[in-house]
Every structure is written in C-alpha cells, then in structure tokens.
T-cell receptor, first 117, second 115 residues
Framework: DADVTQTPRNRITKTGKRIMLECSQT?????MYWYRQDPGLGLRLIYY???????NKGEISDGYSVSRQAQAKFSLSLESAIPNQTALYFC????????????????FGPGTRLTVL | AQSVTQLDSHVSVSEGTPVLLRCNYS??????LFWYVQHPNKGLQLLLK??????LVKGINGFEAEFKKSETSFHLTKPSAHMSDAAEYFC?????????????FGSGTRLQVQP
C-alpha cells in the first residue's frame, strides 16, 4: 500500500551493528505497529503506538526499541543486531475512529527484509 | 487469551478448481476475524473481515469465508482458483489484552495453483 512506506526495503548488516528501520504513513492514522515475519510463524507484534506519546511493547520486544517522532513516523531500532533478528519486518497503521479501524483492520507497508550476518 | 490456527501450511490446487483454506480460532470475547493475503515480495492486503454482522463474508477477488461459532472456524473459500491467487494467506483474530487490542496472526497457508 503506497500510503504506508518503509525504508529501506532491503538491508544486510553484521552482528553488533545498530540498525534503524523507518516507517512513514500518509493515511492520517494515529495507531502504528511494527511486526516481524518469520517462515511458519506468521507475523508477531514487536511494538505498537496509539499516539505520539503512547508506546507499548508487543509480544517480542526484547532487543528492539522504537521512536514515534510524529503522527506519521514510527521507527524501529535494533541496538545491536544479532542473526536471529533476520526476518521480514512490517509496519502497519490503523484508525480506531473509522468503521474499519474500530473492528481492527490494519494497513500494511511493503516490508523491510533484514539480514544479519 | 486469543489464538488462531491455520490447519494447513501448504495447499496445492489446479487452476479452475475450488480453494479451501482452513482456520480455527479461540477467543474469550466476540472476535473480529480477518483474512489477509501476501503476494511474493508484497505487503499484506485485506481480503475480507468478519465483524459480527453476516456470518458469510464476501471479499475481494471472489473469496468468501463463513464464520461458524459452534465450530470456532473461519475457513476461506473460492469456487475456482486462478493462477494469480498463488500467495500466502493469513487468518487473523483481533485480540483483547489488558484493555488494548492487537491482531494475532496464524502461521500462514501457502497456496499453490497448478496450471
């Protein structure tokens, strides 16, 4: 979905390096999410933010941190990357004020493929 | 707690034949349920959603799903597969935890469509 963009789309890095993945949205949604996708495991929630001042841990937040710089921007950082953080990372947004958002529908970015060597 | 189980990790069908992707869920509350599709190297796209209105839900590209509370199932079907349907499909339940709402994803079903 072009309304949710992620940069970079692909990244290869080495163990111990600091990495930042960025997400921007033009949908005007308050809620933003970071997920990681691993084969056979579906998507798992890392962090989520319901507004600029609200940050919450998801089910697998260890080793990650986030920053909500503005309503439209939500960054995910790996302070010291390790190989088992190799995965496909997705950003998503939702708008609880809409009918779709009220029932939980989320809009996903195209993903960032991260490889940690 | 909420969870969702996709019963098949891979499904292979021939073009023009019916598609059935199976999903069972558990939820302590009346759930919202979704099917998302992920085409290769693409993000996730919503196919359809159940929100306690009609139990038979129609989505995009000819897909539909039926919510069966007694069976705790939300299987995805399509009468006739097309080559462009080849993708990974995720069944998703809206979870309620500590007053917050998040999506819980199934592990995915990869659909192959043979010519």
């Amino acid at each position: 979905d072009a309304d949710v963009t992620q940069t970079p789309r692909n990244r290869i890095t080495k163990t111990g390096k600091r990495i930042m993945l960025e997400c921007s949205q033009t949908k005007g949604h308050d809620r933003m999410y970071w997920y990681r996708q691993d084969p056979g495991l579906g998507l798992r929630l890392i962090y989520y933010s319901f507004d600029v001042k609200d940050i919450n841990k998801g089910e697998i937040s260890d080793g990650y941190s986030v920053s909500r710089q503005a309503q439209a921007k939500f960054s995910l950082s790996l302070e010291s990357a390790i190989p088992n953080q190799t995965a496909l990372y997705f950003c998503a947004t939702s708008d609880p004020r809409s009918l779709a958002g009220e029932v939980g529908e989320q809009f996903f970015g195209p993903g960032t493929r991260l490889t940690v060597l | 707690a909420q969870s969702v189980t996709q019963l098949d990790s891979h499904v292979s069908v021939s073009e023009g034949t019916p598609v059935l992707l199976r999903c069972n869920y558990s939820s302590s509350y009346s759930p919202s349920l979704f099917w998302y599709v992920q085409h290769p190297n693409k993000g996730l796209q919503l196919l359809l959603k159940y929100t306690s209105a009609a139990t038979l839900v129609k989505g995009i590209n000819g897909f539909e799903a039926e919510f069966k509370k007694s069976e705790t199932s939300f299987h995805l079907t399509k009468p006739s597969a097309h080559m462009s349907d080849a993708a990974e499909y995720f069944c998703v339940v809206r979870a309620v935890s500590a007053g917050r709402r998040a999506l819980t994803f199934g592990s995915g079903t990869r659909l192959q469509v043979q010519p």
